[in-house]
C-alpha cells in the first residue's frame, strides 16, 4: 500500500529530547564567524611568515657580510706580516743597481729576505712540505718521474722539484718529486 503524502519532500527528523530545531540565520551567522575567524589566522599567520622571511634574509646578509669582513681581516693581518719583507726586498733591489754592487752580499740579502718571507707566512700556519729521503706518499707528493737509485730505498723520494705547501694541515699543493725505483736491474742479454 502506498504511503500517504505530505506536503513536506524532505521532512526534518525531529530533535532528540525534545530540542528546539536550530534557525538557519544561525549556522550562516555562526558559518560567518568562522570564516571571518579562519581570515584573520590566515592574515597573522602571513604575516609572522613574511616577518619570518625578512628576518632570515637580513640574517643571511648580515652573516655574508661579517664573513668578508673576516676574509679582510685575516688577509690584512698576513699583509701587515708581508711588508717589512717588501720593503728589504725593494732595499735589495736598489743595493743591486749600485756600480760596486758585491754578487756575494746580494744573493746572501736576497737569502735573508727568503727566510723572511718563510717566517712570516709560517706564522699564519703555512708549512713546507720537502720529503727528500722520506718515504714517497701520493696524499702529499706528486711523483713526476721513476729513477733507479743504489742509495735511496724503493718508493722513497730522491728529488724535490717543487716545494709543496700545507696550510694548518690542508694541502695547498703537493710536493712535485722525483721517486725511487730502487736499484738499476741489469737487463735481459
Request: aromatic letters at 4%; zero cysteines.
Amino acid at each position: 500500500m502506498p504511503e500517504p503524502e505530505s506536503d513536506q519532500t524532505n521532512p526534518k527528523p525531529a530533535a532528540p529530547d525534545g530540542a528546539a530545531a536550530q534557525n538557519p540565520t544561525d549556522e550562516s551567522g555562526d558559518l560567518a564567524a568562522q570564516l571571518a575567524a579562519a581570515r584573520a589566522e590566515a592574515a597573522a599567520n602571513y604575516d609572522k611568515f613574511m616577518r619570518t622571511a625578512a628576518d632570515l634574509e637580513n640574517f643571511r646578509r648580515r652573516t655574508q657580510r661579517e664573513k668578508d669582513d673576516l676574509r679582510t681581516t685575516a688577509t690584512g693581518r698576513v699583509l701587515e706580516d708581508v711588508f717589512p719583507v717588501l720593503d728589504t726586498l725593494a732595499m735589495a733591489i736598489q743595493a743591486a743597481k749600485q756600480p760596486n754592487a758585491d754578487l756575494k752580499s746580494l744573493v746572501g740579502g736576497v737569502d735573508m729576505v727568503l727566510m723572511q718571507l718563510k717566517s712570516a707566512l709560517s706564522n699564519h700556519g703555512l708549512k713546507e712540505i720537502t720529503p727528500a729521503g722520506q718515504a714517497f706518499d701520493p696524499h702529499q707528493h706528486e711523483a713526476i718521474s721513476h729513477q733507479p737509485s743504489a742509495t735511496i730505498k724503493e718508493e722513497h723520494v730522491i728529488e724535490v722539484v717543487r716545494t709543496g705547501y700545507s696550510l694548518n694541515g690542508r694541502l695547498l699543493r703537493p710536493a712535485s718529486v722525483v721517486v725511487s725505483s730502487g736499484p738499476a736491474k741489469e737487463g735481459k742479454r
